[in-house]
């Protein structure tokens, strides 16, 4: 399955079924089962993990693959959330270069300012499509910060599964 | 130049990439009702397991509300009993009320609608993004679901069909501020203050009426109906309370803050009207027939 830039196609193909499974429950469950409040994107920061692991270039891929998957389950568009996943994908692996991956605090810190970043992304997008709802700032202020930090503390219970299902090429059977 | 000649590949690339997107979404994002090839086959393969996991996602919310408001729910439980029994006699009253109403119109002969054909579907999806106030429900084309049109509970209005595949389609629900629609006062039903209503996210799950004139007759308790002006929503259909009337920011017009009829988070069920110019052949046809009547009864 390797082709000639050593890209393997296994891990991908992994991801898309986990994102599926993600996006179903975030969708059909999680909605029901939090009523009110906001509800946090696992693809999100399990997308951002990976790429925090396998650097900006596969995390770009994955970012594209999986939003593209969110934007055919509740996109208005497609490419909407694929733009923004992409970006902040390539932004986590472009700054785990210079964090050690084996301590959390550096991913949960990449989580945080990826999940402003995304929510950035998307709130220029529907602004520009759609209109402003409300000021970018008091959108910063009343909902990214909020859903930031609540992403920076899933991460905590998240980042180690991933990392060692990573170590143990759960994402790459080939080299099991 | 050269500077720029070294970096061109990744940099362009990356940008090309980005454009590409940017191209999607233009392309995408307009004026399109139905889903592509891949979107259909994606859409078809997952909504069974979107329902399945809907209905478990059901019966944990209950369970969680449930453990969380036993005492809430037995105090609910008694007033509910205490409503179902004078529903019964309302009930009674409105059946009356309405074949006099029928027999009256007739005799006028008013064109007001009064029927829909409507078709009961399941919620399978929510957007659980904070960006859109969607669902996704279990009928598509192949049901005779058309972009546009309205969906609604017993409670009243819920919506209308913004896109639609084979066997699902997604609904925009009145709270997305993207969605506008004109409403009159039940009380008045005066045209002079109609307004329009739209998503308020500044109170999340409330609605708010804007353009309201300075001398519309409006205040704190008055129901909201759907005026069915712009051909999509039937007239009539209830929308919500009005909790507060103010003026807008520019102290010129008024504005209301409504609280919607329908639970938005508590929609499980719903019906889609499928045309609502059907309840002109209706009122001209036999108006006691039984499925008419059913509809009718859900949307009271």
């Known amino acids: ?176 | 130049m050269l500077r720029l000649t070294r970096f061109s590949p990744k940099l362009l690339g990356f940008l090309a990439i980005v454009i590409l997107l940017l191209a999607l979404i233009n392309f995408t994002g307009e004026h399109r009702s139905r889903y592509t090839f891949i979107e259909n086959l994606v859409l078809t393969a997952i909504s069974p397991v979107q329902g399945f996991i809907s209905e478990l996602g059901s019966s944990a919310s209950d369970f969680l509300q449930g453990v969380t408001g036993y005492r809430e729910i037995l105090e609910e439980n008694r007033e509910l009993r205490e409503v179902l029994a004078a529903r019964d006699t309302y009930r009674q009253e409105l059946l009356e009320l309405q074949k006099e109403n029928f027999r009256l119109r007739e005799m006028l002969g008013f064109q007001e609608r009064t029927e829909y054909e409507l078709l009961p579907a399941e919620v399978i999806a929510r957007d659980p993004t904070h960006w859109f106030e969607t669902i996704t429900i279990n009928r598509g084309y192949y049901h005779g679901i058309e972009e546009k049109m309205a969906v609604v509970t017993a409670e009243g209005l819920v919506g209308n069909v913004f896109q639609v595949s084979r066997n699902t389609s997604k609904v925009l629900l009145l709270t997305d501020s993207r969605r506008a629609v004109s409403i009159l006062v039940q009380r008045s039903r005066d045209p002079g203050t109609a307004g329009i209503v739209e998503g308020y996210p500044e109170e999340e799950g409330y609605l708010r009426v804007i353009n309201l004139p300075p001398e519309a007759n409006i205040q704190s308790g008055d129901t909201i109906i759907s005026s069915g002006m712009g051909g999509v929503f039937p007239k009539g259909l209830i929308v919500g309370e009005v909790m507060e009337v103010g003026k807008d920011q520019y102290g010129l017009l008024q504005q209301a803050l409504v609280r919607p009829a329908v639970n938005f988070n508590r929609l499980e069920e719903v019906f889609i009207v499928l045309d609502i110019r059907q309840e002109e052949e209706n009122m001209e046809g036999n108006f006691s027939m039984e499925g008419q009547r059913e509809g009718r009864e859900s949307l009271l």
Not at chain 1, 87 to 116: C, H, N
Not at chain 1, 134 to 162: D, N
Request: with cysteine; hydrophobic share 60%; proline share 3%.
């Open chain 1, 1 to 176: 399955m390797d082709n000639e830039n050593g890209i393997t196609l296994a891990p991908y193909l992994i991801i898309i079924f986990l994102a599926v499974i993600l996006l179903v429950l975030e969708g059909s469950f999680f909605a029901l089962v939090f009523l009110r409040g906001i509800k946090p994107d696992l693809l999100l920061i399990v997308i951002v993990c990976l790429s925090f692991l396998w650097g900006e270039k596969k995390g770009m891929i994955l970012g594209i693959i999986t939003g593209l998957l969110q934007d055919i389950f509740f996109g208005p568009a497609i490419g909407f959330f694929a733009l923004a996943k992409m970006l902040s994908a390539y932004f986590s692996g472009l700054i785990s270069r210079e964090i050690y991956k084996d301590q959390i605090v550096g991913p949960m810190l990449t989580v945080f300012f990826a999940t402003i970043m995304h929510e950035s992304i998307l709130y220029m997008l529907v602004s520009f499509y759609w209109g402003a709802e409300m000021g970018f700032f008091v959108a910063v202020e009343s909902i990214f910060l909020f859903r930031a930090f609540y992403h920076f503390a899933l991460t905590l219970f998240l980042y180690p599964i991933i990392y060692k299902a990573d170590r143990a090429n759960f994402f790459n059977p080939s080299y099991r």
